[in-house]
């Protein structure tokens, strides 16, 4: 078996096999299911780390508490790229079973930029689908946990659920929205915002686009707002 040679230690020589790549990747799969922490022992030796991120998601979505065990007793001994691609398979794992609070802690311990742009990127997508599927079936519920904080998703989430809701039933979007203004704090009411931001960009309306920037509040979102509509200008 593929994974007796891993486990003898021959995975090298496994490697060097036409087709050896994914000959290896089986090999681990197949040794983590059997032994996962012999396995992750025998693949700190091996710098492609293509290797470790492959046993460690067999190891997660398999057991995900046996794994955080192993994680737990073992951090202190793991080098930093190690390190990295545990907190990546964990965020992705978390991300997947739509946790995303865990998702995003686990996303933030990732020291690589590269890596890390990587997981946050599906995180954000899976997120995104998550809130506008739910959108789809009770927008107002969706925008109420997130503003009352009883939700999952942070408060950046308002922009987008907002957005889906007003595109598909303005009528209903726009009542909710004046029936919560004064009780939104900043903060909650910039989200909605940058969603008629958004529309009045689209629509050409640059005037009612500075309008509403003006609520606005936190520098990221604001920035990217006016590079929105300085574009827009120098286009006009």
Known sequence: MISDLFISGKLEAVLTTEGGK???IDAVVAAT????????????RYPDLTFHGVSLKVFINNNPKEA?????????????????????AFANYAGSEGAYDKAWE??????NPALKEQVEGRIWSSERRKVLSDVRSD?????????????IHAEYWIKDAFDQWRTADS?????????????????????????YVEQ???SGDLDTANQWLG??????????????IEKAEDGK
């Open 33 to 44: 299911q059997n032994d996962p922490e012999n396995t992750l022992e025998i693949l700190a």
């Open 68 to 88: 955080d065990f192993w994680y737990e007793k073992n951090k202190g001994d793991l080098s930093v790229d190690s390190s990295n691609e545990v907190s990546a």
């Open 171 to 195: 009528a209903n979007a726009v009542a909710w929205y004046e029936e919560n203004r004064k009780t939104l704090t900043p903060s909650q009411n910039q989200h909605v915002a940058r969603a």
């Open 139 to 151: 927008p107002s519920g969706v925008l109420d946990k997130i503003v009352s904080g009883e939700s």
């Open 22 to 24: 994914k000959l290896g």
């Open 106 to 111: 686990w996303a933030e311990a990732i020291e």
């Open 215 to 228: 609520q606005v509040t936190e520098e990221k979102f604001r920035d990217a707002l006016i590079k929105q």
């Open 200 to 202: 009045a960009l689209d």
